[in-house]
């Protein structure tokens, strides 16, 4: 019955938090959508990198170049170019590209890099072009590199806003929907019984994977909360909720299908050797001798 109790518990916990999770990450996910933010995030880190924060410089040239950003076409780099023709990824190989066109102009590679306005972008590229030896493709590789080094501190700083933004997220729907996990845990222990109807892992949010859920003990009882030691308890069980999506659906749904197992077919058996079962077997014999018996082979 114990065991019994832990896996009802566990099931159901892994499913509201596995759910609850994949909520968060399609709304998240459109909301990266609508407001452009890995757009906007790769545009500031291209303008860092270039030393031009006004985005009216070489940075801006860059971004018309129809290697870095195709859908422009026909580019004014005097003209606003529009949010939603702003790329959110760019090739190393092609941003190395775009931007020694955009250094060379019309003449030749090194006037280009001591005509650069900014002292420390102009050092940065006579730097690299020292090192690659005045060669083409060595200059484009390091320029390549160099980007790529930017992009893999960009994806971090991505990476830890997104698990601010899920977080803030989980946290409203869970004080919406009044998530609270020492509730849920609570009557769940008590009554495991409502966990029994959960079966399968989910492919996706369906009605049926939200009917699932709303047997589970969650919802507001009475509104609005009354101010009390209470209402502390559940304050920290809407954060334990909360914090829970931080570790994605993906595990929690591992975790649900472990759980499930576990419940349906029980422990697995020990592997069995075959060299040792087909082995003699000892036997008694009438004086107490033992007596080896070898299988019968056909």
Known sequence: MFGSTVLEVAIGLAFC???????VTTLQEALAAAFQLRAGMLQDAVKRMLNDPRFDG??????GHPLVNPRVGAYDPGARLPARLRPSYIE????AIALVDAIRGQGSLEAGIAAVPDPQLQRTLQTLYLQAGGDLQRFQAALAGWFDSAMERLSGVYKRRQLLISFLVSLLLTILFNIDSIHLFQTLWQHPAMAAHITAVPDGLDADVMAQLWVLPIGWQAFPPVFDAQFALQASGWLVTASTTLFGA???FDILQRAINLRSTGAKPAPINVEQAMAPAPAAGPDGVTVVVAPVRP
């Open 17 to 23: 938090y596995g759910t609850l999770a994949l909520v």
């Open 58 to 63: 070489m940075a801006r040239v860059l971004y």
């Open 92 to 95: 190393p190989a092609n941003f």
């Open 250 to 252: 993906p595990f929690w």
